[in-house]
């Protein structure tokens, strides 16, 4: 009797990590998209200090920024008015991988410190774009809050090189 209950303690524990496994697998599994691809699809945007992922259909004006192995964006300053939704159009001028991410100084040099220690960290958020060599992406961003808040290429060396730039968003008036 002793046997079938050492047996049957197996087999329930062996239930159990099944079930266990399953439950993390399912919430680990994303295929070969990047993190927060899947994600950003189906959650509503979130605003940001620095804003909120636009509308498409909402571009009130497209700005064009120009990213090289200079370590340097072009140009590396814009101004927007509050409730602007401006399309971002990102070429890579280089023969290396650039990116431009929105945020604030702090946010952003954040994300650089947490990008050297994990440098193939793969990330995808409506506030980012990746763009390869010799290609161009676009991002889509309402910048709902005045300020001056920065963009910075975030690949490991690349802020650290002075990638970086400013958006200065205008208060509305009265």
């Known amino acids: 009797m002793n046997t079938l209950s050492t047996s049957r303690r197996l087999a329930l524990q062996l239930a159990a990590s099944a079930a266990l496994l399953g439950a993390t697998g399912a919430a680990w599994a994303h295929g070969d998209a990047p993190h927060g691809s899947t994600a950003k699809a189906a959650l509503p945007a979130q605003q940001q200090d620095w804003g909120i992922a636009g509308n498409p259909k909402a571009v009130q004006r497209t700005i064009t920024l120009r990213m090289g ?9 814009i101004e927007v008015r509050e409730g602007e939704t401006v399309r971002l159009v990102v070429q890579n001028k280089g023969q290396i991988l650039h990116e431009i991410v929105l945020g604030t100084q702090a946010s952003l040099a954040q994300h650089a410190e947490m990008m050297l220690k994990h440098p193939g960290m793969e990330h995808d958020e409506p506030y980012m774009a990746h763009v390869k060599a010799g290609n161009q992406g676009d991002l889509v961003w309402t910048f709902n809050r005045p300020g001056r808040f920065d963009f910075a290429c975030l690949i490991p060396g690349h802020y650290q090189a002075g990638m970086v730039g400013t958006i200065n968003v205008v208060p509305r008036k009265g």
């Open 69 to 77: 192995d200079d370590m340097r964006f072009a140009p590396a300053h």
